[in-house]
């Protein structure tokens, strides 16, 4: 069974920054699409970004030019880059991995963003 484990949460300061980071407990074939989510207190969990095995982007329009997502296929990592977070930032952020052998989540990490 596949296990994906998120690192890098905390609590930072309005206007810092954060890396999230993402690793697989072993490498995991085929995957087509990796990706971020997030959950806020009393919200659903809604996208952050994701990107394709070919390196396509995708990101929530409130946060384009923020956040920056990347991975290393090879190594069945992902990582989130989160620049001038602000409050309403602060969530559980998941990563996602989606293969054609099964799609996995990780436990999440907590982002929080407060003076």
């Known amino acids: 069974q596949v296990q994906l484990v998120e690192s890098g949460g905390g609590l930072v300061q309005p206007g810092g920054s954060l890396r999230l980071s993402c690793a697989a407990s072993?490498?995991?074939?085929?995957?087509?699409?990796m990706g971020w989510y997030r959950q806020a207190p009393g919200k659903q969990r809604e996208l952050v970004a994701t990107?394709?095995?070919?390196?396509?982007?995708n990101y929530a329009d409130s946060l384009k030019g923020r956040f920056t997502i990347s991975s290393d296929n090879a190594k069945s990592a992902l990582y989130l880059q989160m620049n001038s977070l602000k409050p309403e930032d602060t969530a559980v952020y998941y990563c996602?991995?989606?293969?054609?052998?099964?799609?996995?989540w990780g436990q999440g990490t907590q982002v929080v963003v407060s003076s």
């Open positions: 072993r490498s995991i074939f085929s995957i087509y699409d």
């Open positions: 996602n991995i989606k293969s054609r052998v099964g799609i996995y």
């Open positions: 990107i394709t095995s070919g390196g396509t982007t």
